[in-house]
């Protein structure tokens, strides 16, 4: 049972970038997937999620109209879009998979936002 996030790295303010959280030995399209971020010196927070069924979204109001979450389960893979990014972005970000008592998070990928 894996969680594999990709797709961070450095951008400048205004730019986009695309996170992917891939699962392995698991079917991903049972689980609620959540994204959340670690910045510096603070706690971690709730970034977005998307349900297992229907595929309905939330965000924190700090990223909502900016970033997107989805998923293709038939690739086994979540996705974090980022637009409008700005420096206040920048941490770890981690994939989250949860259902029942399965509890399954990443390793995390570093997303930086500085000119």
């Known amino acids: 049972v894996q969680l594999v996030e990709s797709g961070g790295g450095l951008v400048q303010p205004g730019g986009s970038l695309r996170l992917s959280c891939a699962a392995s030995g698991f079917t991903f399209g049972s689980y609620v997937v959540y994204w959340y971020r670690q910045a510096p010196g603070k706690e971690r927070e709730l970034v977005a999620a998307?349900?297992?069924?229907?595929?309905?979204?939330n965000y924190a109001a700090s990223v909502k109209g900016r970033f997107t979450i989805s998923r293709d389960n038939a690739k086994n893979t979540v996705y974090l879009q980022m637009s409008s990014l700005k420096p206040e972005d920048t941490a770890v970000y981690y994939c989250?998979?949860?259902?029942?008592?399965?509890?399954?998070w990443g390793q995390g990928t570093q997303v930086t936002v500085s000119s």
């Open positions: 998307i349900t297992s069924v229907g595929g309905g979204t």
């Open positions: 989250r998979a949860l259902g029942g008592y399965f509890d399954s």
